[in-house]
């Protein structure tokens, strides 16, 4: 079984185009005693307030985004593609209604200051610093807001410190 190395940020390779947009992530908060996960194929990585951070986005709907809220750090996990279709169920059910873990099979791992899963190939624990709601005042490109917000179900925007780098050795 491969095992978990702790690697600098800078170190990494991957390209986060395809990880985020094509292969996606799971965005985990919470604790042992209770927590959600949700599949995310939006999102950033890059560097802000010189500090490696990641952007996340959470509409306001989703489950997930209480547990953002009620906790200082959240993961971001990356899997191989053996794994999407855990994410596709993920993302497609909601943690109110389902138990994805037991729905997936998925391993929950405690041992950071976030959860995340043993099936991954790497993982960010991210600590949160900056949280918005986006609103269709602030949008230069309208098109963006009749596509995407129709409902009005908002993405708040998060920017989270990378403060470990997981990678599977």
């Not at 170190?11 to 990880?19: A, G, H, K, W």
């Not at 009620?70 to 943690?95: Q, V």
């Not at 490109?141 to 599977?168: P, S």
């Amino acid at each position: 079984m491969n095992q978990w190395q702790s690697i600098a940020p800078e170190t990494l390779s991957d390209n986060f185009f395809t990880r985020i947009g094509k292969d996606w992530s799971l965005v985990t908060a919470g604790t042992a005693d209770a927590f959600n996960t949700m599949t995310a194929s939006w999102g950033g990585v890059g560097v802000l307030w010189n500090k490696n951070v990641v952007f996340t986005f959470i509409r306001q709907s989703r489950y997930t985004l209480s547990f953002v809220n009620d906790n200082d750090y959240y993961t971001i996990a990356f899997f191989g593609s053996e794994y999407k279709k855990a994410l596709s169920y993920c993302g497609t059910h909601s943690g109110r209604d389902v138990d994805k873990i037991k729905e997936t099979g998925l391993t929950p791992v405690f041992d950071k200051q976030a959860p995340y899963f043993e099936e991954a190939d790497l993982v960010l624990v991210c600590r949160k610093m900056y949280r918005q709601t986006m609103n269709a005042e602030s949008f230069l490109d309208t098109a963006a807001v009749e596509r995407w917000y129709g409902d009005n179900d908002w993405h708040e925007v998060f920017v989270g410190e990378i403060v470990e780098v997981l990678q599977k050795v």
